[in-house]
């Protein structure tokens, strides 16, 4: 059974930064495409970041480029995002997702909203006060 187990979130000012942490089990995580998606209540689930396997490729949706980096420990089965110039627009539930399949197409597919990830965390909250 996968579990992915997100942690990190928490109040921060706008301005500051917070770093999200994922641990994955029951996956080969060295193998796995990992990503990070947010959520805000009442809005649909938006795509953030995501890495492949060995985390020399990584994407980013165009709001966070620049403010935010995804990286991967895979000695530890974790994914990371660094969360820099945080905005009160980045308030969200902060959700880490993985897939077996880490493929360049399976990526820009899950990235155009094509394809969904298999397995996903239960969610960290992440609040930007101004």
């Known amino acids: 059974q996968v579990q992915l187990v997100e942690s990190g979130g928490g109040l921060v000012q706008a301005g500051g930064s917070l770093s999200l942490s994922c641990e994955a089990s029951?996956?080969?995580?060295?193998?796995?495409?990992m990503a990070w998606f947010r959520q805000v209540p009442g809005k649909e689930r938006e795509f953030v970041s995501i890495?492949?396997?060995?985390?020399?490729?990584?994407y980013y949706e165009d709001s966070v480029k620049g403010r935010f980096t995804i990286s991967r420990d895979n000695g530890k089965n974790t994914v990371y995002l660094r969360m820099n110039s945080l905005k009160v627009e980045d308030t969200a539930v902060y959700y880490c997702?993985?897939?077996?399949?880490?493929?360049?197409?399976?990526?820009?597919?899950?990235?155009?909203?094509?394809?969904?990830?298999?397995?996903w965390g239960k969610g960290t909250l992440v609040t930007v006060s101004s």
């Open positions: 997702a993985g897939d077996p399949r880490s493929g360049g197409p399976f990526i820009r597919a899950v990235i155009n909203g094509r394809m969904e990830m298999a397995h």
């Open positions: 029951g996956l080969t995580f060295s193998n796995a495409a």
């Open positions: 890495i492949n396997w060995s985390g020399d490729d990584t």
